[in-house]
T-cell receptor, first 114, second 115 residues
Framework: DTGVSQDPRHKITKRGQNVTFRCDPISEHNRLYWYRQTLGQGPEFLTYFQNEAQLEKSRLLSDRFSAERPKGSFSTLEIQRTEQGDSAMYLC????????????FGEGSRLTVL | GDSVTQMEGPVTLSEEAFLTINCTYTATGYPSLFWYVQYPGEGLQLLLKATKADDKGSNKGFEATYRKETTSFHLEKGSVQVSDSAVYFCALSDLVTGGGNKLTFGTGTQLKVEL
């Protein structure tokens, strides 16, 4: 399968723990995006990368959140000191470096904070 | 800021019925408009798009027309099938001013099509 893959698909953690999600984009795509989706809501933009450069971060991305894309390939999203309000689906998407609006999404990583 | 409002679901239809899912938007600048679809167990995927006023996007029998005067982009299909059951998201992006494919989504509308 050559689509966007995310790991793990589901993570259950206790409040205060750190979690990390990984995203592998489509190989020829140089842009990578993270979105968050809570129940009953649409996806909300968190951040995006062009190659290894993080070009934009949403105000939703508090200082407990950090995203990296060290070699311009896969990306990680880390959440430190998780809170119950962090429970959500974290979506990764990738695209070519063209402003067409077409993003290719993975199936998401669901985080449950107890 | 930019926002998208969709009709609430779930929408339940019989097979071969006509579908309309309403979408209106608020944006500064010149947004492009999109419909994304999420089938059960799959990631979101682009269904159709329109980049300027009066453009019509179409795909798989679905259509939507960019109406600047009413700030709307309603999704329509003349005859739905059970396989169309999914969640549909309306979205916008300001591609002209370098939105970088950053999308603003509506809340989604679940469609259930029954035999």
């Amino acid at each position: 399968d050559t689509g966007v893959s995310q790991d793990p698909r589901h993570k259950i953690t206790k409040r205060g723990q750190n979690v990390t999600f990984r995203c592998d984009p489509i190989s020829e795509h140089n842009r990578l995006y993270w979105y968050r989706q809570t129940l009953g809501q649409g996806p909300e933009f968190l951040t995006y990368f062009q190659n290894e450069a993080q070009l934009e971060k949403s105000r939703l991305l508090s200082d407990r959140f950090s995203a990296e894309r060290p070699k311009g390939s896969f990306s990680t999203l880390e959440i430190q000191r998780t809170e119950q309000g962090d429970s959500a689906m974290y979506l990764c998407a990738s695209s070519l470096g063209l402003d067409t609006g077409e993003l290719f999404f993975g199936e998401g990583s669901r985080l449950t904070v107890l | 800021g930019d926002s998208v409002t969709q009709m609430e679901g779930p929408v339940t239809l019989s097979e071969e019925a006509f579908l309309t899912i309403n979408c209106t938007y608020t944006a500064t600048g010149y947004p492009s408009l999109f419909w994304y679809v999420q089938y059960p167990g799959e990631g979101l995927q682009l269904l159709l798009k329109a980049t300027k006023a009066d453009d019509k996007g179409s795909n798989k029998g679905f259509e939507a027309t960019y109406r600047k005067e009413t700030t709307s982009f309603h999704l329509e299909k003349g005859s739905v099938q059970v396989s169309d059951s999914a969640v549909y998201f309306c979205a916008l992006s300001d591609l002209v001013t370098g939105g970088g494919n950053k999308l603003t989504f509506g809340t989604g509308t679940q469609l259930k099509v029954e035999l």
